[in-house]
T-cell receptor, first 113, second 114 residues
Framework: DAGVTQSPTHLIKTRGQQVTLRCSPISGHKSVSWYQQVLGQGPQFIFQYYEKEERGRGNFPDRFSARQFPNYSSELNVNALLLGDSALYLC????????????FGQGTRLTVV | GENVEQHPSTLSVQEGDSAVIKCTYSDSASNYFPWYKQELGKRPQLIIDIRSNVGEKKDQRIAVTLNKTAKHFSLHITETQPEDSAVYFCAASMDRGYGQNFVFGPGTRLSVLP
């Protein structure tokens, strides 16, 4: 069984551009969460989706948006990129029911120049 | 909102010794506490977790303890091996039945010296 997969693995963008990151959860998982991990820090929560509905949002500006599709995959969009958006973006999936673990993808390393 | 603190930020131990990492959380509503291990350039991997209705959980060389009253939980690794070297993150969340939003600690870099 495949784990959580994210694409692309690496990305270089210019300030002001827009980026879309993609996540495919483990088969059967209905909950997807997105995290930003700046080098040397712990992951910071951005969004959580369950059954295609937003269930939580972290303290990030409106430039960040996300959605979940009927097949439970998810996209994270970031507009008007800033240098400070450079980070590892992690996706985690879980069944979403009480008491289940979350598993992370390998992440997308975004560099904004 | 929830805040998670983690200590120490770096920890060096000799191979075979034990390592202990401690975390505190602020929100008494949090009820799920996982520990993740992250090797350089790799994804965080769940190594053990504990729920608020349990005080201790063990899996081979790894154990986690939870003190709900004091709002702290700890990771214990015994008989450390060089492959245990990594960054360890604790996290807290409230499992509301549709998945979790984790608040992570800042991490502990563990080095196991041969």
């Amino acid at each position: 069984d495949a784990g959580v997969t994210q694409s692309p693995t690496h990305l270089i963008k210019t300030r002001g551009q827009q980026v879309t990151l993609r996540c495919s959860p483990i088969s059967g998982h209905k909950s997807v969460s997105w995290y930003q991990q700046v080098l040397g820090q712990g992951p910071q929560f951005i969004f959580q989706y369950y059954e295609k509905e937003e269930r939580g949002r972290g303290n990030f500006p409106d430039r960040f948006s996300a959605r979940q599709f009927p097949n439970y995959s998810s996209e994270l969009n970031v507009n008007a990129l800033l240098l400070g958006d450079s980070a590892l973006y992690l996706c985690a999936s879980s069944f979403g029911t009480a008491g289940t673990e979350a598993f992370f993808g390998q992440g997308t390393r975004l560099t904004v120049v | 909102g929830e805040n998670v603190e983690q200590h120490p930020s770096t920890l060096s131990v000799q191979e075979g010794d034990s390592a202990v990492i401690k975390c505190t959380y602020s929100d008494s509503a949090s009820n799920y506490f996982p520990w993740y291990k992250q090797e350089l350039g790799k994804r965080p991997q769940l190594i053990i977790d504990i729920r608020s209705n349990v005080g201790e959980k063990k899996d081979q060389r790894i154990a986690v303890t939870l003190n709900k009253t004091a709002k702290h939980f700890s990771l214990h690794i015994t008989e450390t091996q060089p492959e245990d070297s990594a960054v360890y993150f604790c996290a807290a969340s409230m499992d509301r039945g549709y998945g979790q939003n984790f608040v992570f600690g800042p991490g502990t870099r563990l080095s196991v010296l041969p």
